[in-house]
């Protein structure tokens, strides 16, 4: 794939990519609300992000970022509880969403519990379509900003390789099924990722180095790297990679890669 589009800034480790996504997170939501008067942010699962989340818990950020302009939801959610410790909503909720000054009814988590996987889905596809700017639209709703995570194995949010997901066209939160437990996710398609504004990927450790090399310098191959179909259509996409992730990428400098 080439990343020509993409724009790679590496970091020492995780906690300076953490730092660093924080300002642009902050930066990104300060010119939304400037702009549109709110911020409508997709946040990631899995462990990555919590660094992150921990950061803009900090008075840093508590007290300059205008947390009361802000929406958020979720790229992917288990069908699990959410007090279930692999809940990503409990992991944001814990790390950051309950110690900032939010609009209470800013949170709009998957409610997993209201039924099956396709009831989940759709119920939280219709949530999504209320962004709509109008109603007989069926365009993707656009978020400001998507931030995700990205498998040693190439998958983004919940959308794994070779998953029959990976096509879905005209949906927007679609069942899928993950590899490892927790099996049942819901999960945005790439419809809606690619409409967004910003997309940034944060990815740490050396077990990513490989599966990053592929998806950056590789060739085109979504079905087995699912994290190539992020291609915002009209949005930046911006992969915060610290140097153990950064370790077997090549192409220094030539897609727009800097070393912070
Ligand atoms: C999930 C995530 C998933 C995650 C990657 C990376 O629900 O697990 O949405 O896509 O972002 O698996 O996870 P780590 O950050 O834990 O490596």
Redesign the pocket.
């Known amino acids: 794939m080439s990343a020509t589009g993409s724009i790679v800034r590496e970091f020492a480790d995780l906690d300076a990519l953490s730092s660093a996504a924080a300002d642009e997170f902050r930066l990104i939501a300060i010119a939304s609300v400037t702009a549109r008067d709110c911020c409508r942010v997709v946040l990631?699962?899995?462990?990555?992000p919590r660094r992150l989340f921990e950061m803009l818990a900090t008075p840093t950020y508590r007290n300059t970022v205008p947390w009361d302009r802000l929406e958020f939801y979720w790229?992917?959610e288990?069908m699990v509880p959410p007090d279930d410790p692999d809940s990503?909503f409990r992991m944001a909720n814990e790390a950051l969403l309950a110690k900032v000054p939010l609009h209470p009814a800013a949170v709009h988590r998957v409610q997993t519990e209201s039924g099956s996987p396709e009831e989940v889905a759709s119920g939280y596809a219709v949530e999504l379509s209320q962004l709509r700017t109008t109603p007989n639209e069926n365009r993707s709703p656009v978020f400001d900003v998507i931030l995700?995570?990205?498998?040693s194995d190439g998958?983004?949010?919940?959308l794994f390789p070779h998953s029959p997901v990976l096509g879905h066209v005209g949906q927007w939160v679609v069942p899928s099924r993950a590899p490892k437990p927790p099996h049942e996710r819901i999960t945005m398609t790439a419809e809606v990722i690619n409409a967004a504004r910003e997309v940034i990927f944060l990815v740490s450790g050396a077990d990513k180095a490989e599966v990053l090399a592929q998806v950056l310098e590789g060739p085109a191959d979504a079905q087995r790297l699912p994290a190539q179909l992020s291609a915002p259509s009209h949005g930046r996409l911006l992969w915060f990679v610290d140097s153990a992730a950064a370790s077997k990428l090549t192409r220094a400098g030539q897609q727009g890669r800097f070393r912070v």
């Open positions: 990631p699962g899995g462990n990555t790229g992917d288990r990503n995700l995570g990205m498998g998958h983004t949010a919940s």
